[in-house]
């Protein structure tokens, strides 16, 4: 019996792992948005509102680091939610990735916007 109960646990979880970022970037971003300001700031600007997002009675955290193609990526712990960051002709783009489409990627998306 404990037998099936830990098969059937394993298969659950299993189901709610988080693809990782290489899987999510193979697929379409949820959304792409521009700034006038440059990268550096975006990313400073979504690191900081991100880490300070409340999540389930505590914080999301996040992380800066260089992005996969210049530029810099902000990713929460797991990386459920990222968003790469880079420079174009008219400040920046910003492409947001999120494992869910849950209201948790909704409060990320509205952290983000509000940097730009």
């Not at 299993?14 to 990782?20: K, L, R, S």
């Not at 521009?34 to 991100?50: G, H, M, N, Y």
């Amino acid at each position: 019996m404990k037998w099936i109960l830990w098969t059937l646990a394993l298969a659950s979880m299993a189901g709610c792992a988080v693809p990782t970022m290489s899987e999510m970037r193979k697929e379409d971003p949820r959304q792409i948005l521009t700034s006038k300001k440059p990268e550096k700031v975006v990313a400073d600007c979504v690191l900081r509102e991100w880490q300070d997002l409340p999540v389930f009675a505590g914080h999301d955290g996040a992380t800066l680091e260089p992005g996969s193609h210049g530029g810099y990526t902000v990713a929460t712990v797991g990386s459920g939610y990222f968003v790469d960051i880079s420079k174009d002709e008219f400040g920046s783009v910003a492409k947001y990735y999120a494992a869910t489409h849950r209201w948790i990627s909704r409060k990320h998306l509205e952290a983000l916007q509000r940097c730009l």
